[in-house]
T-cell receptor
Framework: GEDVEQSLFLSVREGDSSVINCTYT??????LYWYKQEPGAGLQLLTY?????DMKQDQRLTVLLNKKDKHLSLRIADTQTGDSAIYFC???????????FGKGTTLSVSS | KAGVTQTPRYLIKTRGQQVTLSCSPI?????VSWYQQTPGQGLQFLFE???????NKGNFPGRFSGRQFSNSRSEMNVSTLELGDSALYLC????????????FGPGTRLTVT
């Protein structure tokens, strides 16, 4: 079935790069997504990547996609304390009609 | 443009009761999706409405239902509440249902006692 796996926690120091990893099972997903959730808030779409791309860069964010291994990563350059949040990886699944989320990675940034 | 709004933001109900949550999408968006977020199960898709019709449905019991009005506002209803229904319920809207154009609201935190 469709499944998305992420590590649960990541701790970094301010100014370092953060890399959050994700694996997914459905190779037919057209898009893959990264969302951010801050305490008490809904989900904010950070970026997404089309499945025929290997990389997408958007300011401090870099998404890498390895379709062969079904591995997706999100790199945050120059991580700031304001980046502390839960980051969710999601795929669109075979039908492409609903998001299938991982359990989320809690990023903790210390100064 | 105003974002997706959800009311109420917090709700406490008792087991066996029913509850109705409301979602107002971004102006011009015709698709509204609902998700349930719990610590154990994570984020799970409930259903999607487009132009007043349920277009997609997740794997939830029939106690969970929804509807959409002609102005695209949507409500979801949970009947015969169980303790396990305690969750953050998130609504998302998009112009036509495209997932990469989907914007989420802040959610309604439902606590069932």
């Amino acid at each position: 079935g469709e499944d998305v796996e992420q590590s649960l926690f990541l701790s970094v120091r301010e100014g370092d790069s953060s890399v959050i990893n994700c694996t997914y099972t459905d190779s037919s997903s057209t898009y893959l997504y990264w969302y951010k959730q801050e305490p008490g808030a809904g989900l904010q779409l950070l970026t997404y990547i089309f499945s025929n791309m290997d990389m997408k860069q958007d300011q401090r964010l870099t998404v890498l996609l390895n379709k062969k291994d079904k591995h997706l990563s999100l790199r945050i350059a120059d991580t700031q304390t304001g980046d502390s949040a839960i980051y969710f990886c999601a795929e669109s699944g075979q039908a492409g009609t609903a998001l299938i989320f991982g359990k989320g990675t809690t990023l903790s940034v210390s100064s | 443009k105003a974002g997706v709004t959800q009311t109420p933001r917090y709700l406490i109900k008792t087991r066996g009761q029913q509850v109705t949550l409301s979602c107002s999408p971004i102006s011009g968006h015709r698709s509204v999706s609902w998700y349930q977020q719990t610590p154990g199960q994570g984020l799970q898709f409930l259903f999607e409405y487009f132009s007043e019709t349920q277009r997609n449905k997740g794997n939830f019991p029939g106690r969970f239902s929804g509807r959409q009005f002609s102005n695209s506002r949507s409500e979801m209803n949970v009947s015969t509440l169980e303790l396990g229904d305690s969750a953050l319920y998130l609504c998302a809207s998009s112009p036509s249902g495209s997932l990469y154009e989907q914007y989420f609201g802040p959610g309604t935190r439902l606590t069932v006692t």
